[in-house]
């Protein structure tokens, strides 16, 4: 089976060490549930401000309008966050660490081992309630020196940095010199 991530003629054999990208980790159920009620959450204090506002100026048009509009963005919502979760896949590897998001613009990036310089782990409020963490591999220079996984759960967020701590080569060379 051909690399789902990468075109073939990007890497050799040698550079695909470690599982392919049959096994890939998808991201937890609890996932869209944290995100659905994040949205949800966002759309009650947008809906209470907008209130305040049409309380204190009276405009007649706008409870009408943001209310169709309210309820386009959580019918376009709640079909879209399920692609989105089911879309954003990982995969760690021995020489590299790989991310894949993306409905329809697809993202992909491969971080070589060797390029990482720390992680870190961070919850939020919400993402502590659902049990869930952001996980953030930190890269050597470039524009773009950082990957972000969110909403991974978080003892994986735990076992992941373990893992890529373990796996990030150490310089000796210096001590050589």
Request: proline share 5%.
């Amino acid at each position: 089976m051909t690399n789902q991530l990468l075109h073939t003629g990007f890497l050799d054999d040698q550079c695909l060490s470690g599982p392919l990208p049959e096994q890939w980790l998808l991201l937890p159920s609890l996932a869209l549930t944290k995100r659905r009620f994040s949205w949800a959450l966002t759309l009650l204090v947008v809906l209470c401000v907008v209130m305040a506002a049409q309380w204190w100026w009276d405009f007649p048009w706008l409870l009408p309008v943001l209310g169709s509009a309210s309820g386009l963005i959580v019918l376009v919502s709640w079909f879209w966050l399920p692609l989105a979760v089911r879309h954003c896949r990982f995969l760690l590897r021995t020489e590299d660490f790989l991310l894949q998001s993306g409905v329809l613009w697809h993202k992909a990036v491969l971080i070589p081992l060797h390029r990482v310089q720390h992680v870190t782990i961070s919850q939020g409020p919400l993402q502590k309630r659902f049990g869930l963490a952001t996980l953030k591999v930190f890269t050597a220079g470039g524009v773009h020196a950082e990957a972000t996984l969110a909403d991974i759960n978080y003892g994986v967020a735990q076992a992941f940095s373990e893992q890529l701590s373990q796996l990030i080569p150490r310089g000796d060379s210096d001590a050589q010199d």
